[in-house]
């Protein structure tokens, strides 16, 4: 009997170990699976954080756009009569614009546009400021060279009179009022995406029996950093007042 306790006491303390060992590991279990949930946990607050961030951030960039895009600015008037998708036909009143010559592959790297802006900027015989408005008009020449571009003169300034340019570079024209069939698009213009939707404006207005001028218009309302996709440009061409629209509606 004596002889068999060693052998008892053996096995308490290989049992007693092994308990130790379970126990230490399921502590360990515990403690690993602590820390991961507290990990999963601090990652979903960064998330959290850094999504809340970029929300705020892409809420500043939206109204920083919306103070300084075409939203900010006084829009030339003009009445709907008919609406087909992408094209319009509408009617304007006339309007002044201050106008100079432009090549309109350049986009306003001729210079063109930094007349205009000094124009408005307090360049004039009152050296008197004048809100920028939208749309800017560029317009081609009929040989295709040369054309001209326009700002649109607020209403206020044209009932208290358009001052006078001092540079002979820039002149102030009436573009008279009247029917205008004008598709819209978006994107950055170019001489080649302007001349693919005249053409399909000019199929619009063909189809419809309508009788357009020879000339057309382009018309953007952003500024220059503003992003393709966001851009607003349009075509116009002046037609045929004596057409009934109404029966296009």
């Known amino acids: 009997m004596a002889s068999g306790r060693p052998v008892l006491t053996v096995l308490s303390r290989q049992k007693i170990c092994s308990q130790i060992s379970s126990n230490v590991y399921n502590k360990n279990?515990?403690?690993i699976d602590l820390l991961r949930r507290r990990t999963t946990v601090t990652r979903k607050k960064r998330q959290m954080t850094w999504l809340a961030v970029g929300g705020v951030l892409a809420i500043g960039i939206w109204l920083g756009w919306k103070v300084t895009s075409r939203n900010a600015y006084e829009s030339a008037e003009y009445?709907?009569?008919?609406?087909d998708g992408a094209y319009e036909i509408r009617e304007y009143p006339d309007?002044?614009?201050?106008?100079?010559?432009?090549?309109?592959?350049?986009?306003?790297?001729?210079?063109?546009?930094?007349?205009?802006?000094g124009f408005i900027s307090g360049k004039n015989e009152q050296e008197q400021k004048i809100a920028m408005t939208v749309p800017v008009f560029m317009e081609q020449d009929s040989s295709g060279n040369d054309g001209s571009m326009g700002f649109v003169?607020?209403?206020i300034v044209v009932r208290d009179g358009v001052p006078t340019p001092i540079s002979g570079a820039v002149?102030?024209?009436e573009r008279p009022g009247g029917h205008f069939a004008v598709i819209r698009f978006e994107g950055r213009l170019s001489e080649s995406v302007v001349s693919g939707k005249e053409a399909e404006l000019r199929q619009w207005v063909e189809?419809?029996?309508?009788?357009?001028?020879?000339?057309?218009?382009?018309?953007?309302?952003?500024p220059p950093w503003t992003p393709g996709l966001f851009r607003r440009n349009e075509v116009l061409i002046r037609i045929d007042e004596t057409h009934n629209t109404n029966s296009l509606l």
């Open 79 to 83: 009445k709907v009569i008919v609406t």
């Open 207 to 222: 189809a419809r029996g309508l009788t357009a001028d020879f000339d057309a218009e382009t018309a953007g309302y952003d």
């Open 171 to 173: 002149r102030i024209d």
């Open 29 to 31: 279990v515990k403690v």
């Open 95 to 117: 309007l002044m614009l201050a106008r100079t010559l432009s090549q309109f592959e350049s986009q306003g790297e001729d210079g063109s546009f930094m007349r205009l802006f």
């Open 153 to 155: 003169m607020p209403e």
